[in-house]
């Protein structure tokens, strides 16, 4: 049933044909995210056939307000049109992080439902969460889900598969529902080149028919030319909004990210910093038949396998003579297999890393890239039936996890969903120290010292304070970064350290 805003009710009264089919209004609207007012005065209409992207740095408020779309967050001020929220539920459907969270806690919740009724073995399957909105998977829906790779997954435990599967699955699940507005909150975020580039030329597709899109991104080269309307957003508010070609100009992305650079480095930004993006297709190379990583470790992509190509290892090259070898590695694996559900994801991978090494481990979504550093990080329980060594120690040989995680920091995207605890960021990174989630014991001051000044280091030192579940998902990745660095562990394992940060915060991590 078409939406009719109280406007264009007058507009025909005056004899004056309306726009397009307004979808969602939001008219003089103020939002209140737990004890704070947000987005104070935003007017927003989508329209049938308009496809927006919004914009802007970490914590600015832009999953709030899309989180609005859905009738998901409260309404201090203003109008939502229409206003029952059971018909935005079925006007919008929305792919994010916060989805990702919902799924694994609901699937906790099960697991122990299961375990008091004497059925251990129910787990969610990936095609039992597209049944739900698909029964059964028409033709177009089994097009769609083989187009996103989803068609090896469906029989899969959702919660053994990796963040880029996950994220494959609930866009597909999104997508067969069919909504009259999809919003894609970073939906490129943890998929591999392939699978943006399917995803891309989808969403293409999908602008191209009837509806309307709504993209929330931080990288300008991710914004399709389909994209007719740009938002951007910073503090809280809206700082512009309308026809691309009106707003998308080097003036609004200078002036949209110019507080977040000045606080990063204390000088004024570079004016078009964000302007010069290359195409996503420039920024990766790695998926060639064969490819040969840095110090020798590759990826095999003529071997098929389950999730993807096996890891294997290769002769490592010859160090230079002046340089010292230390005598013990830091991690070494040797002749590791795993597997799931009997399909191997590791294949006798042989590899060590020596102090003073720095290593990058690439490859497609389901290739064993969070396998790997779940082994070494002790959070994948076959790590106890394979040899793998850290700081000189076999795994399982009599060490605790706390001796090895008191010499390991550590953030994943699997390691993220598990703080759900009420603390403050501040809180947050202090346990780093104790290499707990949740904080159990009370931080000294050289350490309380520690946490803050590394903080104000990266930036995120007005976070101090504030409830961690109430940022937003790229102000948690920095807490949970300062976190995994501020004890200066000997070893540092980031796994997708990057992901849903703004481009100011993505540069912090990597300098």
Not at 290 to 318: V, W
Request: one cysteine or more; proline letters at 6%.
């Amino acid at each position: 049933m078409p939406i009719h805003h109280p406007r264009d009710i007058r507009l025909r009264a005056l004899g004056v044909k309306p726009a397009a089919e307004e979808l969602i209004t939001l008219d003089n609207v103020t939002l209140r995210l737990r004890d704070r007012r947000i987005l104070a005065g935003t007017s927003w209409s989508i329209r049938r056939g308009e496809h927006w992207a919004v914009i802007g740095p970490n914590g600015a408020g832009k999953t709030t307000l899309v989180r609005a779309l859905r009738g998901e967050v409260p309404v201090v001020q203003g109008k939502i049109f229409p206003a029952d929220p059971w018909r935005l539920q079925e006007l919008v459907a929305c792919v994010s992080f916060e989805n990702h969270r919902r799924l694994i806690e609901q699937e906790s919740r099960q697991d122990e439902a299961r375990c008091f009724s004497g059925n251990a073995d129910g787990a969610t399957t990936a095609g039992q969460l597209l049944e739900d909105v698909s029964r059964p998977l028409a033709d177009a829906g089994a097009h769609l889900i083989e187009r996103l790779g989803v068609g090896r997954l469906l029989y899969r435990d959702i919660r053994t598969l990796s963040n880029g599967e996950v994220q494959r699955v609930l866009i597909a699940r999104a997508l067969l529902a069919a909504p009259q507005v999809l919003v894609l909150d970073e939906p490129f975020d943890g998929l591999d080149l392939p699978a943006c580039e399917n995803l891309a030329a989808m969403v293409a597709a999908l602008m191209n028919n009837a509806g309307a899109v709504v993209l929330v991104t931080h990288r300008l080269s991710q914004i399709p030319a389909q994209v007719t309307h740009v938002m951007g957003i910073r503090a809280g508010q809206v700082l512009f909004q309308g026809l691309r070609a009106e707003t998308l100009t080097p003036e609004n992305i200078a002036e949209l990210y110019q507080g977040v650079e000045k606080q990063a480095s204390g000088r004024q930004p570079r004016r078009a910093a964000f302007w010069e993006a290359q195409p996503i297709q420039e920024y990766v190379s790695i998926y060639n038949s064969r490819t040969t990583l840095d110090n020798g470790l590759k990826c095999s992509f003529s071997t098929p396998c389950y999730g993807g190509p096996l890891l294997e290892a290769a002769p490592a090259p010859r160090p230079e003579p002046c340089l010292p070898i230390p005598r013990e590695p830091l991690v070494e694996f040797r002749n590791v297999t795993v597997s799931y559900g009997g399909k191997p994801v590791l294949k006798n991978l042989n590899w060590s890393m020596r102090a003073g090494e720095h290593w990058a481990l690439c490859g497609p979504n389901g290739s064993g890239k969070t396998t790997v550093v779940n082994l070494i990080a002790g959070e994948n329980p076959q790590v106890y039936a394979s040899d793998v060594r850290l700081f000189g120690r076999r795994r399982g040989s009599g060490d605790s996890i706390h001796d090895i995680r008191r010499r390991l920091g550590f953030m994943s995207c699997e390691f993220h969903l598990r703080h759900t605890r009420r603390l403050t960021a501040f809180e947050v990174v202090l346990s780093g120290f104790f290499d707990s989630v949740g904080l159990y014991r009370t931080a000294d001051a050289r350490q309380a010292e520690s946490g803050r000044g590394l903080m104000e280091a990266l930036g995120i030192g007005g976070l101090t304070g504030r409830a961690f579940p109430h940022l937003s998902f790229g102000e948690q990745r920095m807490v949970l970064l300062a976190r995994a660095v501020v004890k200066l562990p000997e070893l540092l394992v980031l796994d997708e350290p990057c992901q849903g940060l703004d481009p100011f915060n993505r540069r912090r991590v990597i300098e």
